[in-house]
């Protein structure tokens, strides 16, 4: 095996290892096993893990296991009779070649190496490339004379040249999206051409360049057929199955001569380019071209290029000595759709296929089209299949709209996957076990047995027997009321503790909370001896020590001081708790208070006021 200068490899087993944390694709080539002046020409993957290869040189055949780069031979026991060029998976599971030499024959290869060759029916030609067609049957090119055949899997074969131009030189040959079969034509000026399984061909030279000749051709992963120009300064063509062709070259070097093309499991297409020194390009699918050489000897010549089992690029390297290689794929992935939703966390699903390579992923989420917030990476293996992955969000916010993506990394690069979006569940009260609090401005809150902790800007669903404090804010308290409905009030300026009875039929139980009362038996004591009617007795008596503010429309609630409650029928009240009593004050609707210390049940109107005495004594309105 040869050693790109400059690029340190550690040869395991004759496998070139790459160096960790490369971030980029980069080749290995294979080389123990592979016979001098072979000349590997055309690669497939052949279903069972390994890739099978045509070997021109040696008129013969061989496979190269996909995990361990093992190469075996088939020179010695079953050499072929002409010189192997394009080669193809048929659909009855065995191996295809198209041989060019002496009069030409099509050879059938099993699993296991037995080979057959059919040339009954066959005009002696050039076989050069081979496919596996959409009826079931194998359409080959032959070059000189020009013809397109097609051999049935029991070797019966057909030809067909009506309407193709003599002397065009078919290069290359693939399945169409549409149904049909494309192909290359290589000799000047070049062409593309269809044929339908029914024989009836066409071709098109608009929007080809002259002279470039078109060389190889695959199915693109957009419903298109790709193919690449050889000659003049090489480009990457596309022609639409209407027959439209584009040419891309913006990012290809000069003269480089693409020959191999396929598609790859990242939605792009790869090809070689087989001009010295040699490289590996790939082309999206709206044009945009890379090209990569790190690990590749130099003057190798890469030629035809497939998708392996294992996600990754391989291709062949025709010049002497010869190689097999393989440009490893950064990771595929797809972001899945959410399943699993709550009011503030989310299960984010992806599928993820490492490509043979150590893959790391996280999810990048956010509101509208940032993706601030990331997960923890965590591990996608380093199989070939693809597998699924998820990973646990938290902290967002209720009924909300999220984008999110995942991102996954191994050497050879970083795939982003599209975004999709989920939009969590809002926030759901329970009868008699929870309520939800949606503050506005600064509010804490405390679970029972708990510490204070500052309530989310977006709320919480939150226990029965919470505190809040909304000194600094307000609250809009949702629960469950009867049948099944909810109820909406809002609360402030004090801290108060949420109850909802079992049997009260919905109805929602607020307790005032917090004051310091002996602020009241100080002042008592500071006015020792004075008259009752002076003015630092009145202050005494009337000081405020807690309150909270209430409004609600239809809704069951009841808030409770220390000498009283008041049951609300629609309205906005005041419930303030003093050193002389319990004051409710209505600024619209009714309250029913309901006087601790005389026992009695008093309406207060908008406008009025009513003051639950600490003791015993005739209650007063307030006007």
Same mark, same amino acid.
């Given at each position: ?88 998976? #048929? !659909?009855?599971? &065995?191996? $295809?070649?198209?041989? %060019?030499?002496?009069? =030409?024959? /099509?050879? *059938?290869?099993? +699993?296991? @190496? ?105 199915? #693109? !992963?957009?419903? &298109?057929? $790709?193919?690449?120009? %050889?000659?003049?300064? =090489?480009? /990457?063509? *596309?022609?639409? +199955?209407? @027959? ?128 601030? @917030? ?128 079992? @049997? ?120």
């Amino acid at each position: 095996m040869a050693i790109a200068s400059g690029f340190a490899m550690l040869l395991l087993g004759g496998v070139a290892a790459l160096p960790a944390n490369a971030h980029h694709p980069s080749v290995t080539e294979f080389q123990t096993g592979l016979s001098l002046n072979s000349g590997p020409w055309d690669i497939v993957d052949g279903g069972d893990g390994k890739l099978w290869f045509s070997q021109d040189g040696l008129s013969a055949f061989g496979s190269i296991a996909a995990g361990d780069g093992l190469i075996s031979e088939f020179t010695g026991l079953m050499p072929l009779a002409g010189s192997p060029k394009g080669i193809a998976k #048929g !659909p009855d599971g &065995n191996i $295809w070649i198209a041989e %060019s030499s002496f009069d =030409g024959a /099509i050879a *059938r290869v099993t +699993p296991g @190496g037995s080979v057959t060759e059919f040339t009954t029916g066959l005009t002696p030609s050039d076989p050069w490339d081979i496919t596996a067609g959409p009826d079931g049957n194998l359409w080959f090119v032959s070059k000189t004379p020009a013809f397109i055949g097609r051999i049935t899997t029991d070797g019966t074969i057909t030809e067909f040249s009506a309407g193709l131009t003599a002397g065009s030189e078919p290069n290359a040959i693939a399945a169409g999206p549409d149904g049909n079969l494309w192909f290359t034509e290589s000799a000047s000026p070049g062409r593309i051409g269809r044929i339908t399984p029914a024989g009836v061909i066409t071709e098109n030279s608009i929007g080809l360049t002259p002279n470039m000749v078109p060389t190889d051709i695959t199915a #693109g !992963p957009d419903g &298109n057929l $790709w193919f690449t120009l %050889s000659g003049g300064a =090489g480009a /990457i063509g *596309r022609i639409t +199955p209407e @027959g439209e062709i584009e040419e891309f070259s913006e990012g290809l070097t000069p003269g480089s001569a693409p020959t191999g093309i396929a598609t790859g499991g990242d939605d792009a297409l790869w090809f070689t380019e087989s001009a010295s020194p040699g490289r590996i390009g790939r082309i999206t699918t709206w044009g945009g071209i890379s090209e990569y050489s790190e690990g590749l000897t130099a003057d190798r010549s890469p030629w035809m290029i497939t998708p392996g089992p294992d996600g990754n690029m391989w291709f062949t390297e025709l010049a002497t000595p010869g190689a097999l290689a393989r440009i490893g794929l950064p990771p595929w992935a797809r972001t899945r759709s959410v399943e699993y939703l709550s009011d503030n966390s989310a299960r984010l699903p992806a599928k993820i296929r490492p490509n043979a390579q150590a893959t790391e992923f996280y999810f990048e989420y956010g509101l509208g089209e940032s993706f601030k @917030g990331r997960s923890e990476a965590s591990s996608a293996g380093d199989g070939w299949e693809a597998v699924e992955v998820s990973t646990r969000i938290a902290n967002l916010k209720p009924q909300t709209k999220y984008h999110y993506r995942v991102v996954a990394t191994n050497d050879s690069g970083t795939t982003t996957a599209d975004a999709g979006s989920f939009k969590t569940a809002a926030l759901e009260p329970e009868a008699g076990e929870a309520i939800v609090a949606e503050p506005k401005g600064r509010v804490r809150f405390k679970r029972p047995g708990g510490r204070w902790r500052p309530l989310p800007a977006w709320g919480a669903e939150l226990p029965l027997g919470v505190a809040l404090d909304t000194r600094r804010g307000s609250i809009n308290l949702t629960s469950a009321a009867r049948n099944g409905r909810r109820q909406t009030g809002r609360f402030g300026g004090g801290i108060m503790q949420v109850r909802q009875p079992r @049997g009260a039929r919905g109805r929602i139980d607020v307790y005032l909370r917090g004051g310091n009362f002996k602020a009241c038996t100080r002042l008592a004591a500071a006015r020792g001896r004075r008259a009752r009617s002076s003015p630092l007795a009145s202050a005494s008596r009337s000081r405020r020590v807690r309150r909270l503010w209430g409004s609600d429309s239809g809704g069951r609630y009841r808030t409770h001081g220390r000498h009283s409650q008041a049951t609300v029928r629609g309205t906005r009240w005041l419930t303030e708790d003093r050193c002389d009593g319990t004051l409710t004050r209505v600024t619209d609707g009714s309250v029913v208070v309901r006087d601790h210390t005389r026992r009695r049940n008093v309406v207060v109107r908008a406008g009025h006021s009513y003051l639950a005495q600490k003791r015993a004594r005739p209650a007063r309105r307030r006007h």
